[in-house]
Structure formats: C-alpha cells, structure tokens
C-alpha cells in the first residue's frame, strides 16, 4: 500500500537530517529527538546498500559546504532517483563467398555468419553538485566472425575480441566525473547514455577517474563513433591507428583531465595496459601504462558548427620488436612471448568533422603509429585514412532515419609486412604468408530505418578489397543487420 504524503515526507526529512549528521553519536540523538517530537514514530536509519552513497556524499558536503546537501531533498532525490538510460543491440553479419587460394590461424573464412547481442544499463547519480557516479552493467553474448579475426579493420564494432555462447553479466563502466564551478558563459548540457543534464561553464576543468572506454574521452568523433547507430567498422568508429589502452573487451582504468577554455580543450589521460598484448586482464600496478595527450577545438561556420581534435598516445609496455620476431636462418617467425621487452610506442592521429547544411556531416580521420613494435591492445594499422559522410533525414518523411558513406585505407609498416609474410600472428590476422602485401581498403554504408522514436533497424554494407593486406585473397562483401533499442 503506498504510503501517505506526509508520512514520505516525514520520512524524507528523517532521512536526510541523519545524513547531515557529523557521526553516530549525533546521529542517535537526532533520532531520539525526533521520536519524542513526534510521538515515538518509527526512525529507519538509512540502509547499508546507501553507505557508499552517503560516504560519497559526506565528501561532498566538505568540499562544498552545506549545499551539498540540503533540507529540500533535491539532491538526495537526485541519488535515490538515478538518471537511468538502457540499450538493447543485436547484430547479424555474414561474409560472400570470395578468392581464398590459401587460410591460416587468423584468417577471414568466406560464407559464414555470426551474430552478436549486448543489453547495457547506464545508471547515473549525482553525489554532490557537480560530481556525478555512473555505473553500467551489460549483458553480452555472441562471437564476431571467426571469433573476430580475419580483418585488420574488423567490420563490427558490436563484437568483442572475447566471445561467448552464453549470456554474461559484466561491468563496462563505474566511474566519477568532477565539473569544476569555471567561469565564462553559462553552457547547458544535454543528458546522455553517461551523462546527467546541467548548467555548465565555458571555462573549467573535468575530472573524470574509474573504469571506462579511453574513447569515451579522447577520439570521441560525433558523427562515426558509434556502433550501435551508426558505422560498425572498427577503423571508423574510430581511428584505426589509435592502439588505445584496453583489456580484450575493449575497457581500462585510469583517469582524465581537461581544461575546456571557450572554444577549445585540452586533455591528459593516464590508463592500464593489459598485462601482456590483447588479453582479458590489466597489468597490476599500472607498470605498463599509456599516456595521452589531446587538444580540441570547435568552430562555428555560417551557423555550420565543426570540431577537429589531435591526440597523441604512448603506449609503454612488454612489447617485442617485430625484426627479432623472425628466425634468420630459417626466416619464420618465432613466439613473441620470449622477446618481449618493455619500449615505447607512438601514435598520432586527426580528427575533423563539419555540418555541411541542416542534415547533413562530413568526417575525416587519419593517424600513424609506429610499426616496429606488435600492436598492443587494438589491431594491426600502423596508418590510416578515412573519409565520409553521414545524412540526418534522407528523406522528407523520414526525419528519425539517418544514413552514412565511408571510404577507408589501413596500411602496415615493412617490418610487419616481414612479419606476416613469415607465417607471423597479430592481433586479428595473420594467413600464415603474405607474398602479395597490398593495404586493406573499405567502403562502407548504411541505412539506418526509425521503427519506432527508440528502435532502429539497420542494413549496414561493407566491402574490402584487399582483406588482412593479402592481395591473393577477397576481395569480401560482409553484409550485416542490426536492431537497436535505446531509452
């Protein structure tokens, strides 16, 4: 039976005086104190399952004084009554049949399908004005195409490097990020999957540490950047040099900082790598590290906003050298676990993307990393240039439909051209040899269709000529379906 008004109000004021309490001993006698006053009412203290909750919230009231947490209850109803957002996607992929004149361990197999589901929970609270707790728990199940190999520019975004045959519960996010109070012109930002709805200012730094995707920060594009709703191609989701620290589903831990000053901002980041390359688990201790450095800035042309960003990343873990991955006598290659040795490698890349009219965008990425190591965490491009466009409302009745158009070309160095060509396994390829090197070029498309103001049906079209560098093999059309709900 639902409780009276003043009864939750009652309740409600409880509540929060004995979260303003300094400690227990005030705390019980708060509780004593409002029982004379009110007849010996019951008194529930709150439960255990808020403690962090209210430890957090303690922290804030220190920083900010009693703002953070006031006799109105509005922040504690922010707190009991999280920002709740969900997502439910599921992919179907299958490659045509093409030229396969040989195959190794790595290789991409010709008429086979695959599919993939994932159902996320992304739960945000506000524990003291301008800190927010976003939490994210996801069910997953499914492989990508050969258990995701085959393809340095891997054609879906929904696939983990990790599959599974069953569904399985995992955490994706828990994380804090901190708005600083700033000055300048206020800014109002709209919620989002991880973001809470507030009044910002243009000048002010953000603090954000826990568990997270690196590309939740730094190559964030707008308009190629999402899976779910838009391209499904690693390389163009983002940006295929970016060998960005994570464990084989695609997540670390560590923190970033950015000073956002009008149109332009300034980021560093500090993340895990996984304790030895493309492997389910961090390295303890943070001993093998990636360092990132970015500047964005927005610009604003005839009412035609755009935004470029440059980042740049190192990546300091035990990786080998792939010249000494080859037997010179026999010229084969050898396991790369024995000559692993910690170094240092570079990366770069640009992003720049512009609203073009009302519905329509362009995007252009490029990057280069350093090819004479073993890809870490991502996939085997050392450079990388992509082009496209994506189209809002195609057509006049159609205003929740949206469209895109890539155009792709990954490259790798000579050394791990050598590599390959000598029986060598990367990340996601490898064919056992590769006489005729060639860089893997794509061209993507889709079409993304509203069913609904929170489903979308799409039918997504890639083909790439030159699969995993190897001229003798594809060229493979892989063609996918995807349904996506989101609230």
Not at 168 to 187: C, E, Q, V
Not at 399 to 428: C, F, K, P
Not at 448 to 468: E, G, R
Request: aromatic fraction near 10%; include cysteine; charged fraction near 20%.
């Amino acid at each position: 039976m639902a409780q009276p008004p003043t009864t939750r109000r009652f309740r409600r004021t409880v509540t929060i005086a004995l979260l303003q309490c300094d400690d227990k001993n005030n705390a019980d006698r708060l509780v004593r104190q409002i029982q004379h006053q009110n007849g010996n009412a019951s008194v529930r203290r709150p439960s255990w399952g808020l403690a962090v909750l209210i430890g957090l919230l303690s922290v804030g009231r220190v920083a900010y004084g009693d703002d953070a947490t006031t006799l109105d209850g509005s922040l504690i109803d922010r707190v009991m009554h999280p920002d709740v957002h969900g997502q439910a996607t599921y992919t179907e992929q299958e490659t045509s049949n093409f030229k396969s004149p040989y195959s190794g361990a790595n290789s991409l197999s010709p008429d086979k399908g695959q599919q993939t589901f994932d159902a996320t929970l992304s739960l945000g609270f506000t524990l003291a004005p301008r800190l927010e707790l976003w939490l994210a728990p996801e069910l997953d199940q499914g492989f990508g195409l050969d258990n995701t190999l085959g393809l340095a520019g891997f054609p879906s975004g929904e696939a983990y490097k990790v599959g599974s045959h069953t569904p399985r519960l995992r955490s994706t996010r828990a994380l804090l990020r901190f708005n600083s109070a700033g000055d300048g012109d206020d800014l109002n930002i709209e919620e989002g999957f991880t973001q809470i709805a507030q009044t910002v200012k243009s000048n002010r730094w953000i603090l954000t540490i826990g568990k997270m995707s690196v590309v939740d920060v730094f190559d964030n594009a707008q308009y190629a950047h999402d899976p779910r709703n838009d391209f499904l191609n690693w390389s163009v989701i983002d940006t295929g040099s970016f060998d960005y620290a994570a464990d084989a589903y695609g997540y670390s831990v560590g923190a970033t900082l950015e000073r956002v000053q009008g149109d332009v901002t300034g980021r560093v980041g500090f993340f895990d790598l996984s304790n030895v390359p493309n492997s389910e688990h961090l390295e303890p201790g943070f001993k093998e590290w990636e360092a990132l450095l970015e500047t964005e800035w927005r610009f604003d042309t005839s009412e035609r906003p755009g935004r470029g960003f440059i980042t740049v990343y190192a990546n300091h873990g035990n990786m080998a050298k792939l010249t000494d991955l080859i037997d010179p006598a026999s010229h084969t290659a050898v396991d790369p676990v024995g000559h692993r040795q910690f170094a240092t490698r570079l990366g770069a890349s640009i992003n720049v993307e512009k609203t073009l009219s009302s519905s329509l965008n362009v995007f252009l990425k490029a990057g280069k990393a350093d090819g004479r190591y073993e890809a870490y965490e991502f996939t085997e491009i050392d450079s990388t240039l992509a082009i496209g466009l994506q189209q809002n409302a195609p057509f006049a009745n159609r205003h929740d439909d949206h469209m895109g158009l890539t155009l792709v070309r990954n490259a790798i160095s000579a050394e791990r051209i050598q590599y390959l060509a000598a029986g060598g396994l990367g990340i996601l390829i490898g064919d056992g040899q590769l006489p005729h090197p060639g860089p893997e070029c794509l061209a993507e498309w889709f079409y993304s269709y509203a069913l609904s103001k929170s489903w979308w049906l799409t039918v997504d079209v890639q083909h790439i000529v030159n699969p995993a560098y190897n001229r003798d093999r594809g060229p493979v059309t892989v063609g996918a379906l995807r349904l996506h709900g989101q609230f």
